[in-house]
């Protein structure tokens, strides 16, 4: 398989790496990362991929006199979202890891299913955003498209071998975060450092926050939603603390199918990348009786935390407003990890923004990219951020 990894700096794409490592029947053909070029120079150095994109431009020149005065400039460097495109549609290319944060992967992905390449995929929000476009688009080119998030990829392997057999009930489980059990009261005072201190994954900063106000789960159901079609009213969250459950299904005689397994992220990549093949790899860990002993369920809290109850809410309307719900979300991310905002500001702010947003019910891509705008604008104005 000759790999392209969007997003090969972040934690998805270092894992996405290590898998690689151990398989030996992949190549790595393409990498893209945003601007850590000391990293993605190391990781050229090591792959020797035939391209490679640093989205910022004058990072991108700064690489390329660096090859150039190492004497390796046998890796095209390109830049922007033309750059990310052409990663993803390299003719070498067979399939395209898209693990990079934000909308920005939402072009990439659908030119990578436009061009025939399989995908596996990591990134969310182009699901989150354009489901209604991208999985219909997936099912007519015909290619392989493989869910990378932990609770989609547990899924999608309960859904193996089950042919037609109807799906009742998703159960998407969650970990709570670091704060289940507190108080609405109690979460204002919350900080920056209390609130990237997960339980039980090792994530980047944002999609670490949006663990801890359930946001990220909102934005599964959603993901669920258009993966597998799955009404919003049929998908349970439901919390279990620990993460050994990673998601369940339920089918209509009643049946229930679970993928249970660590908290380790390189168990669905490697899934992925080997066409539904498990495999070995290094430095892997199994769970022990003890962490199956301690198995429990609980229903979250969605009026404290309200981020999850928004995302379901989205689900349930369908079109530009799971846009705005994400978009929102991204920009008061951003300005809490700056400590221009507070913790509960993060959920105030999502709610007015999508109250504001008139729906359209099937966006076109400018419409997608429109709405994404109007919500970003909306954050901004209401917080007073420059």
Same mark, same amino acid.
């Given at each position: 398989?000759n790999?392209?990894?969007l997003?090969?700096?972040? %934690?998805?794409?270092?894992q996405?790496?290590?898998?690689?490592?151990?398989?030996?029947?992949?190549?790595?053909?393409?990498?893209?990362?945003?601007?850590?070029?000391?990293?993605?120079?190391?990781?050229?150095?090591?792959?020797?991929?035939?391209? &490679?994109?640093?989205?910022?431009?004058?990072?991108?020149?700064?690489?390329r006199? +660096?090859? +150039?005065?190492?004497?390796?400039?046998?890796?095209?460097?390109?830049?922007g979202?033309?750059? #990310?495109?052409?990663?993803?549609?390299?003719?070498?290319?067979?399939?395209?890891?898209?693990?990079v944060?934000?909308m920005?992967?939402?072009?990439?992905?659908?030119?990578?299913?436009?061009?025939?390449?399989?995908?596996?995929?990591?990134?969310?929000?182009?699901?989150? &955003?354009?489901?209604?476009?991208?999985?219909?688009?997936?099912?007519?080119?015909?290619i392989?498209?493989?869910?990378?998030?932990?609770?989609?990829?547990?899924?999608?392997? &309960?859904?193996?071998?089950?042919?037609?057999?109807?799906?009742?009930?998703?159960?998407?489980?969650?970990?709570?975060?670091?704060? +289940?059990?507190?108080?609405?009261?109690?979460?204002?005072? /919350?900080?920056?450092?209390?609130?990237?201190?997960?339980?039980?994954?090792?994530?980047?900063?944002?999609?670490?926050?949006? %663990?801890?106000?359930? /946001?990220?789960?909102? #934005?599964?159901?959603?993901?669920?939603?258009? #993966?597998?079609? /799955?009404?919003?009213?049929?998908?349970?969250?439901?919390?279990?603390?620990?993460?050994?459950?990673?998601?369940?299904?339920?089918f209509?005689?009643?049946?229930?199918?679970?993928?249970?397994g660590?908290?380790d992220?390189?168990?669905?990549i490697?899934?992925?990348?080997?066409?539904?093949?498990?495999?070995?790899?290094?430095?892997?860990?199994?769970?022990?009786?003890?962490? #199956?002993?301690?198995?429990?369920?609980?229903?979250?809290?969605?009026?404290?935390?309200?981020?999850?109850?928004?995302?379901?809410e989205?689900?349930r309307?369908?079109?530009?407003?799971?846009?705005?719900?994400?978009?929102?979300?991204?920009?008061?991310?951003?300005?809490?990890?700056?400590?221009?905002?507070?913790?509960?500001?993060?959920?105030?702010?999502?709610?007015?923004?999508?109250?504001?947003?008139?729906?359209?019910?099937?966006?076109?891509?400018?419409?997608?990219?429109?709405a994404?705008?109007?919500?970003?604008e909306?954050?901004?104005?209401?917080?007073?951020?420059?």
């Amino acid at each position: 398989m000759n790999l392209c990894v969007l997003g090969s700096t972040g %934690s998805i794409g270092l894992q996405t790496l290590d898998v690689v490592r151990s398989s030996g029947k992949i190549r790595i053909t393409a990498l893209a990362a945003g601007g850590n070029i000391e990293m993605i120079e190391k990781q050229i150095h090591e792959f020797h991929p035939s391209i &490679c994109c640093i989205y910022d431009e004058e990072k991108a020149d700064t690489l390329r006199s +660096r090859l +150039r005065a190492d004497g390796r400039e046998v890796t095209e460097i390109v830049s922007g979202m033309e750059g #990310l495109i052409a990663c993803a549609v390299h003719p070498y290319v067979d399939t395209v890891m898209v693990s990079v944060v934000g909308m920005i992967g939402i072009r990439p992905t659908i030119a990578a299913i436009r061009a025939g390449k399989n995908i596996a995929q990591a990134n969310k929000e182009p699901i989150v &955003c354009a489901g209604h476009i991208i999985m219909p688009l997936a099912k007519e080119a015909g290619i392989s498209f493989i869910p990378v998030d932990s609770e989609h990829s547990a899924i999608f392997q &309960c859904l193996q071998g089950e042919n037609d057999n109807t799906i009742d009930k998703i159960w998407l489980t969650a970990s709570g975060g670091p704060f +289940r059990g507190r108080t609405a009261e109690e979460l204002k005072n /919350v900080t920056v450092q209390d609130a990237l201190r997960h339980p039980s994954w090792n994530m980047g900063a944002k999609i670490t926050i949006d %663990s801890s106000t359930l /946001v990220n789960k909102g #934005l599964e159901v959603i993901e669920a939603h258009y #993966l597998f079609g /799955v009404p919003a009213d049929d998908i349970i969250v439901a919390v279990q603390p620990g993460s050994v459950v990673h998601s369940m299904v339920q089918f209509k005689d009643g049946a229930i199918k679970a993928q249970l397994g660590v908290p380790d992220m390189r168990v669905p990549i490697a899934y992925a990348l080997h066409e539904k093949q498990r495999i070995a790899f290094e430095g892997k860990k199994v769970l022990g009786f003890e962490d #199956l002993a301690e198995i429990r369920f609980m229903r979250p809290d969605t009026e404290t935390f309200r981020g999850l109850k928004l995302g379901i809410e989205a689900c349930r309307q369908e079109g530009s407003i799971t846009t705005v719900y994400n978009a929102a979300n991204e920009e008061a991310v951003a300005a809490f990890l700056a400590g221009k905002i507070g913790y509960t500001d993060i959920t105030d702010g999502i709610e007015a923004c999508m109250r504001a947003h008139q729906n359209i019910s099937s966006p076109d891509l400018e419409e997608i990219f429109a709405a994404e705008q109007e919500a970003r604008e909306f954050i901004r104005q209401r917080f007073h951020l420059s």
